[in-house]
């Protein structure tokens, strides 16, 4: 992979070892997941055994408190190889609501147990049905009576609910024609999944083009305790923003590590399958393709590269994580489409795990924020161009 990304790897021990428990779970593993639906659990336990699942937890709570570019290495690891990251990859970063906003005793409470992988806190409860994009327009709400909080309402797309211990819920807790600003009155808490499944909380999945574990869930008069209110009431919003940067740059290197995957599949393919005699990758009308794809990944790598410098300096890096996150999804779709093509009729085969990372790769242009999105974003906040909406 040197060869091809003609740069020395950074943490590349790292991705040694990240590559080599992904050798243990090779492109049968997923076919079988991916027919049955089911929950890669083998491949997220080794993860967590080898304490990859709490690198960006500080070492005083247990966790290997290594920078995001650490994370960031082993989810493009795990997609170069093949695997999937999309399964646990928010046990990396959701807890950073947590640690940024939490009291010391959540801190304390929590931080250990997730970067043990005790507690598994990967569900996030953003988009509903009636405000999608329009996260201010949520309309759960969490009424507080007394010591605790009374959650009525509805999200959609709620990945991995099934298969998380905890959900860090937003909700609102200040009706929106109560607030000056629409970004008020929105509020984060740990909802314990576990416990108000029964007491009025229901998941229940969605059957997706993938094998992703996303879920709608129902509150219906769930009892949350107080002391499970993250930072302020009414700030949630904020906290919410202040993770999408990390979240950003780390499923743009999910999406580099595709784009890695599919460059290096079609290479091997064209050099090796012979029609009319010769490989077909001596045509350029095969080659082009494959060297459009890795030029496109490698200027989105280099953007993933800035946005993590900047984010681990402590730079405002806005901009870096969505445009890194935009062209990074873009890079891994154009070299899925090179792939398939230049594998022909093969490249429908489910065997060849082409067909399965095309559908994988495809997801993020729409989430965890789509393309309109970001390039409204460049427009509004890089540009100064008017606000749309
Ligand atoms: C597999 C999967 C997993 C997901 N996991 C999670 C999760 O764990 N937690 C969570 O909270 N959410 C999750 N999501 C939700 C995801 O973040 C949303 O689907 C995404 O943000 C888009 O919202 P929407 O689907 O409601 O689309 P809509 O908001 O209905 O938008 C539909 C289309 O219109 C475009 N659009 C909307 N408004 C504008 C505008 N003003 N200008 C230009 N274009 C616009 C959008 O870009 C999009 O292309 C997941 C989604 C999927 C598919």
Known sequence: MDQMTGAAEANAEIREEVRKLCARFPGEY???????????????????????????????????GLPLSAASAILETIHASGCNGSACHAQMYIMGTVLRHGSEAQKRAYLPKIASGELRLQ??????????????????????????????????????AEHSDL????????????????????????????????????????????????CEVFFDNVVVPAENLVGEEGQGFRYILDGMNAERLLVA????????????????????????????????????PIARAHAGMRAAELMVHEGLRRFETGEACGEE??????????????????????????????EYDIERKYREARLYQVAPISTNLVLSYIAEHVLGLPRSY
């Open 123 to 160: 569900a996030f409860g953003v988009t509903e049905p009636g405000s999608g994009t329009d996260t201010t327009s949520l309309r759960t709400f969490a009424r507080r009576e007394g010591d605790h909080y009374v959650v009525n309402g509805q999200k959609v797309w709620t990945s991995r």
């Open 30 to 64: 997923w076919r079988e997941m991916d027919r049955a639906r089911s929950y890669p659990s083998e491949f997220v336990r080794a993860l967590t055994e080898a304490g990859y699942l709490g690198v960006l937890i500080p070492e005083e709570y247990g966790g290997a």
């Open 167 to 214: 959900m860090l819920l937003l909700a609102r807790t200040t009706p929106k024609e109560q607030v000056r600003r629409r970004t008020e009155g929105l509020s984060t808490l740990l909802v314990d999944m576990q416990a108000a499944q029964g007491a009025g909380l229901t998941v229940r999945p969605i059957r997706t083009m993938m094998n992703h574990s996303s």
């Open 321 to 350: 994580a969505n445009t890194a996150k935009m062209l990074a999804a873009d890079a891994a779709w154009a070299a899925a489409e090179a792939c398939l093509q230049t594998h022909g009729g093969y490249g429908f085969a489910e």
């Open 253 to 288: 290197s999910e999406s580099i590590g595709d784009a890695k995957w599919f460059i290096a599949k079609a290479v091997a393919y064209a050099k090796e399958r012979q029609v009319f005699g010769r490989p077909i990758g001596q045509n350029q009308g095969i080659q082009f």
